[in-house]
C-alpha cells in the first residue's frame, strides 16, 4: 500500500502516456481507412474527369482516345493504388501517412494536370492539406509541402501551361503557390499541436481519474473486509458469552440439586436434635446449614452476573414510596448490625416516590447496607437518601475498616474483597458489591466510594427517579399483571 | 391428614423433603419418574402434589400436562419445583398446568405456606367419585 503511493506520480505520468499513444494511434488508423477510401474515390474521379473533359484526339480520320484519360487511369492508379493498399494493411505506421501524404499531393498535381491548370483544381491542394490534419501530426504536412512546392517548380519551368493553364506563366508563380501552401500549414500546425496537447491533458485527466477510482475501489474492499472480520469477532464474542452463560446456568442448577439435600437434611437434623433434646450437636448442624446457604447465595450472585453479561436481566419498573423502601430495609437489617455492638441512624425526610425496578433497588441497599453492618464493630452505619433534580441519591455510610485506594479501585469487581484475610474474617461472596454496580448501571444509576483504611467507607448510589423514561425499552419488563 | 405425593429422581431430596413433610403431619407418598407419579396420582389420589422438573424418562413438564389432563386427577394441585432458576422455567412450569411453581434448594418455611393455601383454596374442589 505505501509502496504504491510512493510511485502514485510516476505510475500515473506512465498510464497517461499509454493512454495518449492508444488515443493517438486509433486516429492515425482511423484516418488511414479514411485516406484509403479517398484514394480510390480520387482515381475513379480522375478518370471520369478525364473522360469528360478531354476531347477525343483526331489523326486525319481516326479519332483515339485522349493521352490525358491514359494518364488518369495508370499514372492515377499508380498514384493512388499503392498508399490505399497500405493503408488497410499497415494502417497507424508512421509510413504508411507520410506515404499517404505524397500520394495525396501528387494526386492533386494529376488533377490539376488533368484540367490543364484550372486555378479552381489547385483548392485541391488545400483540401488535402486539411484533411492531413486529421492526422493531428505536423509531420505529416512536411512533406506534403515540400512534394507540391516541388511539383510547381519544375513544371513551372519545364510545362508551365500543365500548372498554371494557359494564362500568362511567370517564373516566379510557383513561389506565390508554394508561399499559400504553407500560409495554410501554418494553421493546421498550430492544429495539431493544439489538438495533441488536448489529447495529453485529457489521457492525464483519465489516468489521475482511474488511479482515484482505483484507490477508492481498494479502500472499499479494505474496509468491507474489516467491517466482515469486525463481524465475525463480535459474532465469537457473542457466542462465548451466550456458550459462558449456558455453562453458568447448568452449573447452577447441577449445584443447587445436592444443596438442596443439603440444607434440607441439616434443617431436618437440627428439629431432630431438639426433639430428642441432643442440644449439643445443634451448632454443628446450624453450621452445615449456614454453610448451603452461603454456598446457595453464592451460586445465586453468579446467576445473577452471568444473566447481566449475557444480556438477560430485565428490568421490572414500578411506582414506590422510597421511605417505606429504605425502613423496610433498615428493619430486616438491623439485627445483623446490632449484633456487632453497632447502631444504625436513617436520615430521609420528604424523598417522595421514585420509579424503578423495586427488587432490584431493594437489593442495593441491602447489599451496601450488609457490608458495612458487616465490616464495622461497635461504630454507627448512617443510611441518607436525598431527592434532587433528576435523580434518588442513597448513601449508607460506617464507621468501619475502610479501605486504602487500591483496594477502592477493584471493589466494584467480582470476588474482589479488599483482601484475602478480609474476607477469612468478615465473610461474604466477594459479589455483593459487583452486583450492585451492575445494577445501578441497569438502571441507568451508578455507585461510587470514598473510603479511608481505619476511619470508614461511605457507599453512594445515584439512581434515576423514573428509571422507565431513561433506560433502553428493550430491557424493561411487559407491566406485571396483578396476582390473582 | 392430608397426603401429599412428592415426585423427585434424587433419592436424597426425595427423602429429606418426605421426612420433614411426615413431622409436619402429613401422609406422603414418594414416585421416582413421570411414569411413576402418573401411576402413583391415578392410584392414590394424593391432595396435592410436589413435582420436580428434570427427571429421566417422563420429565415433570410431561408428567405434570398428564396429571392436568386426566380427569381422575386434573383436579390435584400441582406445586412445581425446580432447580432451574430462570425466569423462563417458571413460565413453562406454571404454562404445562403446575398451580404454583418454587425453586430449589427449597426454603422449607416458604414452601409449607404454598402447599397451605392450595389445600385451602381445593378443600372446596370435591374429586370426582371413583
Redesign the interface.
Known amino acids: 500500500m505505501s509502496a504504491l503511493h510512493l510511485s502514485e506520480p510516476a505510475s500515473i505520468a506512465a498510464r497517461a502516456d499509454q493512454l495518449f499513444a492508444e488515443h493517438q494511434r486509433d486516429i492515425h488508423t482511423r484516418t488511414d481507412r479514411l485516406f484509403a477510401s479517398l484514394m480510390v474515390l480520387q482515381w475513379v474521379a480522375g478518370i471520369v474527369f478525364a473522360v469528360w473533359v478531354s476531347p477525343l484526339a483526331w489523326f486525319g480520320t481516326v479519332s483515339r482516345v485522349h493521352a490525358h484519360v491514359w494518364a488518369a487511369i495508370f499514372l492515377g492508379g499508380a498514384i493512388c493504388l499503392f498508399p490505399a493498399l497500405l493503408a488497410i494493411l499497415r494502417a497507424g505506421d508512421a509510413s504508411t501517412r507520410y506515404t499517404i501524404a505524397v500520394a495525396q499531393m501528387l494526386m492533386g498535381a494529376l488533377l490539376i494536370h488533368l484540367t490543364g491548370g484550372r486555378i479552381e483544381t489547385h483548392f485541391h491542394v488545400f483540401g488535402s492539406l486539411a484533411f492531413l490534419a486529421f492526422y493531428r501530426d505536423w509531420r505529416v504536412l512536411v512533406p506534403a509541402t515540400v512534394v507540391v512546392a516541388l511539383d510547381h517548380l519544375l513544371r513551372g519551368m519545364l510545362w508551365p501551361q500543365s500548372v498554371y493553364g494557359v494564362l500568362v506563366a511567370s517564373q516566379w508563380r510557383w513561389l506565390e503557390h508554394a508561399a499559400w501552401v504553407v500560409f495554410e500549414d501554418v494553421f493546421l500546425f498550430v492544429s495539431c499541436l493544439r489538438s495533441v496537447e488536448e489529447m495529453k491533458e485529457t489521457a492525464i485527466r483519465t489516468a489521475a481519474l482511474e488511479h482515484e477510482v482505483r484507490t477508492r475501489q481498494q479502500a472499499e474492499q479494505e474496509a468491507s473486509m474489516t467491517a466482515a472480520a469486525l463481524r465475525i469477532t463480535q459474532q465469537q464474542a457473542e457466542e462465548a458469552t451466550q456458550a459462558k452463560s449456558e455453562f453458568l446456568?447448568s452449573m447452577?442448577?447441577?449445584l443447587?440439586?445436592?444443596?438442596?439435600?443439603?440444607?434440607?437434611?441439616s434443617?431436618?437434623l437440627q428439629?431432630e436434635a431438639v426433639d430428642a433434646k441432643r442440644l449439643d450437636t445443634l451448632p454443628d448442624l446450624k453450621r452445615i446449614n449456614s454453610a448451603?446457604n452461603h454456598l446457595?447465595e453464592l451460586i445465586?450472585g453468579i446467576?445473577d452476573l452471568s444473566k447481566i453479561e449475557a444480556g438477560k436481566m430485565t428490568l421490572s419498573v414500578e411506582e414506590f414510596p422510597v421511605a417505606t423502601l429504605v425502613h423496610q430495609v433498615v428493619d430486616t437489617v438491623r439485627p445483623l448490625v446490632e449484633q456487632h455492638g453497632n447502631r444504625v441512624v436513617v436520615h430521609c425526610d420528604e424523598v417522595g416516590m421514585m420509579r424503578a425496578d423495586l427488587m432490584k433497588t431493594r437489593q442495593i441497599l441491602l447489599n451496601l447496607l450488609g457490608n458495612a453492618a458487616k465490616f464495622t464493630r461497635a461504630g454507627t452505619i448512617t443510611v441518607g437518601v436525598r431527592r434532587m433534580s433528576e435523580a434518588i441519591a442513597f448513601t449508607v455510610a460506617d464507621t468501619g475498616i475502610g479501605m486504602t485506594a487500591e483496594q477502592t479501585a477493584t471493589i466494584f469487581d467480582p470476588f474482589t474483597q479488599a483482601d484475602v484475610a478480609t474476607s477469612r474474617r468478615y465473610g461474604g461472596t466477594g459479589l455483593g458489591l459487583a452486583i450492585v454496580s451492575r445494577f445501578c448501571v441497569l438502571m441507568a444509576g451508578a455507585v461510587s466510594v470514598q473510603s479511608e483504611r481505619g476511619v470508614g467507607s461511605c457507599f453512594t448510589v445515584r439512581l434515576p427517579i423514573d428509571v422507565a423514561a431513561i433506560v433502553d425499552a428493550a430491557i424493561l419488563e411487559p407491566a406485571a399483571v396483578p396476582a390473582a | 391428614m392430608p397426603t401429599i405425593l412428592i415426585v423427585e429422581d434424587n433419592e436424597a431430596s426425595r427423602d429429606a423433603l418426605a421426612r420433614r413433610l411426615q413431622r409436619r403431619d402429613f401422609s406422603v407418598l414418594t414416585a421416582v419418574d413421570g411414569h411413576d407419579a402418573v401411576a402413583r396420582a391415578r392410584e392414590a389420589r394424593p391432595d396435592l402434589i410436589l413435582m420436580d422438573l428434570g427427571m429421566p424418562g417422563m420429565d415433570g413438564w410431561d408428567a405434570t400436562a398428564h396429571l392436568k389432563a386426566d380427569p381422575l386427577t386434573g383436579h390435584i394441585p400441582i406445586i412445581v419445583l425446580s432447580a432451574h432458576a430462570m425466569p423462563n422455567h417458571r413460565h413453562q412450569a406454571l404454562a404445562a398446568g403446575g398451580d404454583d411453581f418454587d425453586s430449589k434448594p427449597v426454603q422449607f418455611e416458604r414452601l409449607l405456606e404454598k402447599i397451605e393455601r392450595l389445600l385451602l383454596a381445593a378443600s372446596g374442589v370435591r374429586p370426582p367419585a371413583a
Open positions: 446456568a447452577s442448577h447441577e443447587r440439586t445436592p444443596l438442596n439435600a443439603i440444607i434440607l437434611y434443617e431436618l428439629e448451603g446457595l445465586n446467576l
